[in-house]
């Protein structure tokens, strides 16, 4: 039910979303700050820094490895994991218990792990430290997200459907390229859209498995582990403004993907709604 | 749609079903000849709707065969069998309007766009919806949509024609549009349908012939006159007319007919081949409910009443009965809750069903 | 013979044996056989031999996990690490409660919007997060001036930055949108009917609460708070920042062993050593929940 009274809750939530998002919009409102001073009271309006950043050869060119990364992994993920979700969700055998277990394990493990333990197979086996590497390891964390929210999409379909579709002489490969991919393709994108957000902004992981490139958190990362850089508001406004835009997008998606699919089933006579 | 071929057009052989230790059909064989409008009923859960899906592929027989036009197509999956189904609910894709629906199997067999466009236009006059074309499923109405799905099954021009309790999901006004839409299609199109359903009155409506099912067995094929009059166990006789099916003992009289004791009191039957212990079957039209006059007759005491409006519909408790006997009374004067009433019935108008002792 | 119905409907999913789709699950199973499984074994094995600075060599050893279990420090380290991760965990789990049950019974025309903002905010980035903290909690960060202005402090207030404090309070930042989100689909189950039909029973707020929310949030809650504590108490960076001296926590040690010191065996052993702590505290969780009978409480099937 809705509109109850509770104030408590109505007063954690507000709390929660000031302590949300707040600190976020300082570090966005200090980057047009005209001094470089990161205390209060505020100087004055400038977006010197983002010219600044602009200018800088090293940021233009982590941006752009971030970006080749993330699209990279995004591509790769959305063939692997809609494959990998296809088969969860179409299989019927106990088989498929240890093959989930398997896909979904990276998501409970800390990145520390995922980081170290890569590390140590690229040195034993001699493989120099790159962006490429960095690729391996972000496909294998964003793997498991990318699945939650296919395997749910595909399981959400009528399985009606796929049957009217085989039934009308469709083989596998046709009912899913006819009728399953048209009803779920919104969402897999927004999914993907997820895939190259978590990999753009990856940094737990990214920092033990790469090499002489440099990745936009990395960069980021080296810029406050040096003095208190002002310019770092840019670059942090710059990419908040970015993951947020890509959300966004992949939130339309996910809305428009439950509109047009048949992903409700009425419960109640259906000429009943008849016009 | 099909021309005459040799033999039937659908044969089912000693069809079985198994999962585990349950047996969800047993000893299914079936033939349905060319251009036959056959129902299966049965209660849910009985294994009409399985043998539906093990003729349309989706299921594979535990034993037995399924044949096509004298072809044995157990093993051929659906998307190659000569069968189109419409299922329960309406299937729609919802991403594609009402003629790329219709147009689906066309499409896929690579026919010609100009032949696939003359086809659908042909599919959707039968079910008579021209000019539906462009919309969109969410757009139509339930009765609508399922015209749609059968447009689409029927565009392939199929062997059979397989229908899964398409009318279930429907109101019962669109319910009964929909069912002289479906006859009228039937000898327009003279088409081979198997249809399911658990409610008898339609199965009667539709059929050439019923098929019933209880426990996944058959347990009688006959037109639905034969079905409703002539129930061949007791099953079939409650399940289809909701008979009154009462044991007694079948004693010969003087005069060769027989005679049962019901109630205390004795009735007369056709004669038939029947002795021993029976079952007595009375459909709940040909009781009679009047006041008490005859001390012959059958007594017991109203318990339920309820309006039809042609009528109205008695339970009578009877001493000695386990059930309340079920009287179908038209027209005629209402006797209240309570009140004390005679049962008569005319002798030629009930029947006399073997029982096994065990039985009760 | 079973009730043929039930039977039919039970045993036709499990029986329809379909092993062909598993077939395109190979290539993703190949990769994390050999970038997650595979490095993963071999950085176990790791912990049990010499350590040869940033390599490893023979002879079998149990000497890192000695060293990892006798250390004062990493004691101290793994007392930080959990209070760090179980205070966080604590704090998202008891806030997105409130804040989730408010999504789902309270909000009207603003749930979209504030559904839209909590999952909005999971996209920030990691570091900037961290960084937007460093400034707030600084001594002339938003709080302090804020203080200050108010003339409710003379000094700035030093434990705000460079404590476990500022740890907790970055971390809880970065999960509470998480938390709230998987709270929130954890109140499926409280269908409108089910609060209004124990209402009319006569169950009053607290009742309502323990009786019926709890009891059905104790799962979901309880995977979220193991999520949470693992992810908070393994992490390297935020302390790193934030932490100061007091917290420094058995992530970043693990960390500075692999990278600064070069004692590979030994980061090993650490981090298994915390993994198998983190199983723990999910056995024994799990083990609570199934003996009060909260595991897996699912309203119709």
């Given amino acids: 039910m809705q509109g109850r009274r509770a104030p408590v809750p109505t007063a954690i939530t507000i709390a929660a979303l000031l302590f949300l998002f707040v600190p976020l919009a300082i570090v966005v409102l200090f980057s047009f700050n005209s001094t470089g001073s990161l205390t209060f009271p505020f100087a004055g309006f400038s977006t010197r820094w983002y010219h600044q950043i602009i200018e800088s050869v090293a940021f233009r060119d982590a941006v752009v490895n971030s970006a080749f990364v993330g699209a990279v992994v995004a591509l790769s993920t959305l063939v ?30 800390p990145g520390l792990f995922l980081g170290l333990s890569l590390l140590v197979l690229f040195s034993r086996v001699e493989v120099n430290l790159s962006l490429g590497t960095v690729m391996i390891a972000h496909m294998v964390y964003v793997l498991p997200y990318y699945l939650l929210i296919a395997v749910a999409a595909l399981q959400r379909l009528d399985p009606a459907l796929e049957e009217a579709g085989a039934d009308l002489g469709a083989n596998a490969w046709l009912v899913f390229r006819r009728v399953t991919l048209p009803q779920v393709w919104p969402v897999l994108l927004a999914a993907a859209l997820l895939a190259f957000a978590l990999s753009f902004d990856e940094f737990i992981i990214t920092f033990f498995v790469i090499g002489p490139d440099s990745t936009l958190p990395l960069f980021i990362f080296s810029t406050l582990r040096r003095t208190v850089d002002p310019s770092v508001n840019a670059i942090s406004s710059l990419l908040l403004v970015i993951t947020l835009a890509l959300f966004a997008i992949a939130f339309v998606l996910t809305l428009r993907g439950s509109r047009t699919s048949g992903l409700s089933i009425e419960t109640e006579p259906i000429g009943s709604a008849a016009r | 749609m099909s021309g005459p071929s040799a033999g039937p057009r659908v044969r089912l052989r000693d069809v079985a079903k198994r999962f585990g230790d349950v047996s969800a059909l047993e000893d299914v064989t079936l033939d349905i000849d060319d251009g036959e409008f056959v129902t299966l009923l049965g209660p849910s859960g009985c294994g009409k709707t399985t043998l539906l899906r093990i003729v349309a592929g989706f299921e594979r027989p535990s034993a037995g065969q399924v044949l096509l036009g004298g072809h044995d197509v157990t093993k051929v999956p659906p998307h190659r069998r000569p069968v189109n189904m419409v299922f329960q609910r309406p299937t729609l894709f919802p991403h594609l309007d009402v003629a790329a629906n219709v147009a689906f199997g066309p499409r896929i067999d690579g026919l010609s766009k100009t032949e696939i466009g003359q086809r659908v236009d042909e599919a959707l006059a039968l079910v008579r919806l021209d000019g539906f074309q462009p919309r969109r499923s969410h757009e139509l109405s339930g009765g609508q949509m399922q015209r749609v799905a059968l447009a689409r099954a029927i565009v392939n021009r199929p062997q059979v024609l397989l229908l899964d309790e398409p009318l279930s999901a429907l109101d019962l006004k669109i319910r009964l549009e929909m069912e002289v839409e479906l006859r009228r299609l039937h000898r327009e199109i003279g088409g081979t349908f198997i249809y399911v359903t658990h409610d008898q009155r339609e199965a009667l409506a539709l059929s050439d012939r019923v098929v019933v099912f209880n426990e996944g067995r058959i347990e009688q094929i006959g037109t639905p006159n034969e079905v409703y009059r002539r129930p061949a166990s007791p099953f079939v006789a409650r399940f289809v007319g909701d008979a009154n099916v009462i044991p007694v003992d079948v004693e010969p009289a003087d005069d060769g007919a027989a005679e049962v004791t019901v109630g205390g009191h004795r009735f007369r039957t056709p004669a038939s081949d029947v002795s021993g212990p029976a079952w007595l079957v009375l459909r709940p039209e040909v009781v009679g409910v009047s006041a008490p006059s005859d001390d012959r007759a059958l007594r017991g005491v109203v318990r339920d009443l309820s309006f039809r409006g042609t009528g109205h519909s008695y339970r009578v408790a009877v001493e000695g009965l386990g059930d309340p006997v079920k009287a179908e009374v038209s027209g005629g004067s209402v006797i209240d809750l309570g009140f004390t009433v005679d049962l008569t019935w005319d002798p030629g108008a009930c029947r006399v069903l073997p029982r096994d002792p065990g039985e009760d | 013979m079973a009730s043929l119905a039930e039977a039919t409907t039970r045993t036709e999913a499990a029986e329809r044996r379909r092993v062909r789709p598993l077939i395109a699950t190979l290539p993703a199973v190949a990769w994390l056989l050999a970038f997650f499984a595979t490095p993963l074994v071999i950085f176990a094995v790791y912990s049990l031999l010499t350590n040869e600075l940033y390599a490893v060599g023979t002879p079998f050893t149990l000497d890192a996990y000695r060293d990892a279990l006798t250390s004062t420090l990493n004691r101290t380290l793994a007392r930080n690490s959990l209070e760090v991760g179980l205070s966080t965990a604590a704090v998202t789990v008891m806030a997105g409660l409130p804040i989730a049950y408010w999504l789902r019974f309270v909000a009207r025309r603003s749930r979209i919007a504030v559904l839209f903002l909590i999952a909005a905010s999971m996209f920030a980035s990691y570091l900037v997060r961290i960084y937007a903290w460093r400034t707030v909690l600084g001594s002339r960060g938003l709080v302090n001036s804020a203080l200050d202005r108010a003339g409710l402090i003379d000094q700035p207030l030093g434990f705000l930055l460079y404590s476990r404090f500022a740890v907790i309070v970055a971390l809880v930042h970065i999960f509470l949108p998480y938390v709230v989100l998987v709270l929130y689909a954890g109140m499926g189950p409280l269908g409108e009917g089910l609060l209004e039909a124990a209402q009319d029973l006569g169950a009053k707020s607290s009742l ?69 702590a983190f199983v723990a505290v999910f056995a024994v969780g799990s083990f609570i929940l199934r003996r009060l009978k909260l595991n897996d409480i699912r309203l119709s099937s």
Avoid: C, E, H
Wanted: avoid cysteine; aromatic fraction near 12%; proline fraction near 6%.
């Fill in chain 3, 208 to 276: 309502l609460w323990r009786r019926v929310i709890i009891p059905i949030m104790a799962a979901p809650a309880f995977s979220a708070f193991v999520f949470v504590f693992i992810l908070s108490a393994a992490d390297y960076v935020t302390p790193q920042f934030l932490g100061g001296k007091d917290g420094v926590t058995l992530g970043v040690q693990i960390q500075q062993n692999f990278v600064g010191v070069g004692n590979w065996p030994l980061a090993s052993a650490t981090s298994f050593l915390m993994l198998l």
């Fill in chain 1, 80 to 109: 692997l994991g809609t494959l990998a979700a296809y088969g969860l969700t179409r299989a019927s055998t106990r088989l498929r218990t240890p093959i989930a277990v398997l896909l979904f394990l990276p998501l409970t493990l």
